[in-house]
């Protein structure tokens, strides 16, 4: 099974409002990558954080990757509807040939 | 349009038969993958290819499923004997040298069993 965990599944916030989404995994990554998927659309690829700690923002966007390189998180200040989608954290397990999806986050922003 | 192409979009099969499906990668990508996804669940990986080689199978791939990069280019997924577990979307994805870099992804196949 999946060894990267997403929580919480579903979202749902007011539009202004903020989210955030958090990626666990077993095991150490080297790198973690953050996925978009707008609904009957393909993932989208967002980011990648490699260093540990590190902190990297996107306009209204935050990433964080975990000190340990174990757990990663996103968030959202002050959603849009443009926003609405499903939010998947990935990584590489045991080597760099594979990435783990979590089951994602799915949001959605009521104007 | 230099991205992700996938075909059909949309095939609808009776149990027992043959679907094949094609991806056309991003010309300059040497690598590329096959994911499986079902609703409400994230992308599964199913295999990886580093230019015509085949590097990596999930375990989770039967012996009914096979894939193919004959020439390093685009790649098919042939899934014999299908079953209405196979009903999913096949998103097929690209990622240019040197690696552990970003995916991306075709539209996707989107197979329904009846």
């Known amino acids: 099974g999946q060894q990267v965990m997403q929580i919480p599944q579903y979202q749902h916030v007011q539009e202004g409002e903020d989210f955030t989404t958090y990626c666990n995994s077993s095991t150490t990554l080297s790198n973690i990558q953050w996925y978009k998927q707008r609904p009957g659309g393909h993932p989208v690829f967002l980011i990648q954080?490699?260093?540990?700690?590190e902190v990297k923002k996107q306009k209204r966007l935050t990433f964080q990757f975990g000190e340990a390189k174990k757990n990663s998180s996103l968030h959202i200040t002050a959603t849009q509807t443009t926003d609405v989608g499903t939010y998947f954290c990935a990584g590489p397990i045991s080597n760099f040939n594979k990435f783990y999806f979590g089951s994602g986050t799915k949001l959605n922003v009521k104007p | 349009d230099t991205g992700v192409s996938q075909n059909p979009r949309h095939k609808i099969t009776k149990r027992g038969q043959n679907v094949t499906f094609r991806c056309d990668p991003i010309?300059?990508?040497?690598?590329l993958y096959w994911y499986r996804q079902t609703l409400g669940q994230g992308p599964e990986f199913l295999t990886y290819f580093q230019n015509e080689a085949q590097l990596e199978k999930s375990r989770l791939l039967s012996d009914r499923f096979s894939a193919e990069r004959p020439k390093g280019s685009f790649s098919t997924l042939e899934i014999q004997r299908t079953e209405q577990g196979d009903s999913a979307m096949y998103l097929c994805a690209s990622s240019p040298p040197p690696g552990n870099t970003e995916a991306f992804f075709g539209q996707g196949t989107r197979l329904t069993v009846v």
């Open positions: 010309s300059e990508h040497n690598r």
């Open positions: 954080l490699v260093k540990s700690g």
